[in-house]
């Protein structure tokens, strides 16, 4: 048996985004596996957020209490990194999320080298792949990535395939999402009470939707259109439920108001169980990397939610043999969710392939397993 590592977690801070509830999962299952796991989070948010759901043997530390500007809460990192920069050379592991936790990880990765040190080894997992970022914004990242023991990719897109063709010596996996979640629908009692919480009329149905950050690299607006698109065909009945926050949530509001749609579309902001909203939805619709998916949608197929997406990679051609159906064109996206709307017995059939594939391959603790590979030839590489 492998000894036991000490690992620190590096993230912005304990939001409700897909990178950051990877960190959490894998800091409970790293702890429950009997590792020392620290989550270092680079501001404090409410405790509710996210913060709730770390396993009580995580240790959790803040480099600053409050949230600021953003040149402020790089400053106040850089000040913790530097004055804590013994402390992080005690433990393994430190594996970085972000931008703001990879700019840190580089710094340490640097006065790692020249202080000639053989601890920590400094891991990231990239999670912006596939994603519509700026050219410059990218290749900052990989010039990031390039000063790392080990790094994880969720996904792979041409971009990342030629980083690793270059880099052949480099430690880089391929990891996909796992997610740390029960199996099965929310109680409907509990869906029930969600929904009449956020406003969502007792007499909506079917309810399609989404859970995500409202992040630009996540195409919320265009998620929007698509459904509704949806809503314009379809009896007042059907409704559609966009849960999440970020600096598009606005511009996604008024777009459904312009549209006259804003009794039949709920944007209700962070839900803190997203279980509870994916167990009301008939059809979730998410975006692919190719036949990567997120976080979030891997969390609805466990519900038993069937699941289409938009897809970033324009290559990829739809198919009903693909496990999530997929289309980088929103008029085909709209199409195949009204389809599935007027077909209660596809859904299901949908749904069960879905998330019998979930179950199988998507568990935190398949995802920990191929981390603690990566984190020990990391390791190997110091």
């Known amino acids: 048996m492998s000894a036991p590592?000490?690992?620190?977690?590096?993230?912005?801070?304990?939001?409700?985004?897909?990178?950051?509830?990877?960190?959490?999962?894998?800091?409970?299952?790293?702890?429950?596996?009997?590792?020392?796991?620290?989550?270092?989070?680079?501001?404090?948010?409410?405790?509710?957020?996210?913060?709730?759901?770390?396993?009580?043997?995580?240790?959790?530390?803040?480099?600053?209490?409050?949230?600021g500007s953003k040149f402020q809460r790089?400053?106040?990192?850089?000040?913790?990194?530097?004055?804590?920069?013994?402390?992080?050379?005690?433990?393994?592991?430190v594996h970085v999320h972000l931008t703001q936790?990879?700019?840190?990880?580089?710094?340490?990765?640097?006065?790692?080298?020249?202080?000639?040190?053989?601890?920590?080894?400094?891991?990231?997992?990239?999670?912006?792949?596939?994603?519509?970022?700026?050219?410059y914004e990218r290749a900052f990242h990989a010039w990031n990535c390039r000063r790392r023991d080990?790094?994880?990719?969720?996904?792979?897109?041409?971009?990342?395939?030629?980083?690793?063709?270059?880099?052949?010596?480099?430690?880089?996996e391929m990891i996909p999402n796992g997610v740390d979640t029960p199996v099965g629908p929310a109680p409907p009692g509990c869906v029930r009470a969600y929904l009449e919480g956020i406003g969502v009329p007792a007499t909506a149905s079917p309810i399609i939707g989404t859970v995500g950050q409202f992040r630009a690299e996540r195409q919320p607006q265009s998620i929007a259109r698509i459904l509704i698109e949806v809503l314009k065909q379809t009896p007042d009945s059907v409704h559609a439920l966009m849960c999440g926050s970020g600096e598009k949530l606005d511009a996604v509001r008024a777009l459904v108001e312009g549209e006259g749609l804003a009794s039949r579309f709920s944007l209700p902001g962070t839900v803190n169980e997203p279980r509870l909203a994916m167990s009301a939805m008939s059809v979730y619709l998410t975006i692919n990397v190719g036949?990567?998916?997120?976080?979030?949608?891997?969390?609805?197929?466990?519900?038993?939610?069937?699941?289409?997406?938009?897809?970033?990679?324009?290559?990829?051609?739809?198919?009903?043999?693909?496990?999530?159906?997929?289309?980088?064109?929103?008029?085909?996206?709209?199409?195949?969710?009204?389809?599935?709307?007027?077909?209660?017995?596809?859904?299901?059939?949908?749904?069960?392939?879905?998330?019998?594939?979930?179950?199988?391959?998507?568990?935190?603790d398949s995802m920990l397993a191929k981390y603690m590979t990566l984190y020990r030839r990391a390791i190997g590489v110091r």
């Open 101 to 135: 936790a990879s700019v840190f990880g580089t710094i340490l990765f640097t006065l790692r080298n020249l202080s000639g040190d053989s601890r920590p080894a400094i891991v990231e997992t990239y999670h912006c792949v596939g994603m519509k970022i700026p050219d």
């Open 74 to 93: 790089y400053w106040a990192g850089l000040k913790w990194v530097l004055e804590n920069r013994k402390w992080l050379a005690t433990h393994d592991v």
């Open 291 to 364: 036949s990567i998916t997120g976080v979030a949608a891997i969390e609805a197929a466990f519900c038993g939610v069937p699941i289409v997406a938009l897809q970033v990679d324009s290559t990829c051609s739809p198919s009903d043999d693909d496990l999530i159906w997929s289309s980088a064109a929103p008029e085909s996206l709209s199409q195949r969710i009204l389809r599935l709307l007027a077909d209660p017995e596809e859904r299901e059939q949908i749904a069960a392939r879905q998330h019998a594939h979930a179950v199988a391959n998507y568990s935190v």
């Open 150 to 172: 080990g790094l994880a990719v969720m996904a792979l897109d041409p971009y990342w395939r030629d980083f690793m063709g270059r880099s052949p010596t480099r430690v880089v």
């Open 5 to 67: 590592l000490s690992i620190v977690h590096m993230i912005p801070a304990l939001t409700k985004g897909g990178a950051e509830r990877v960190a959490v999962d894998l800091a409970n299952a790293s702890t429950r596996a009997g590792h020392s796991t620290t989550v270092v989070a680079g501001w404090k948010v409410a405790e509710q957020i996210l913060r709730v759901r770390l396993d009580p043997g995580v240790h959790v530390i803040y480099m600053t209490q409050r949230v």
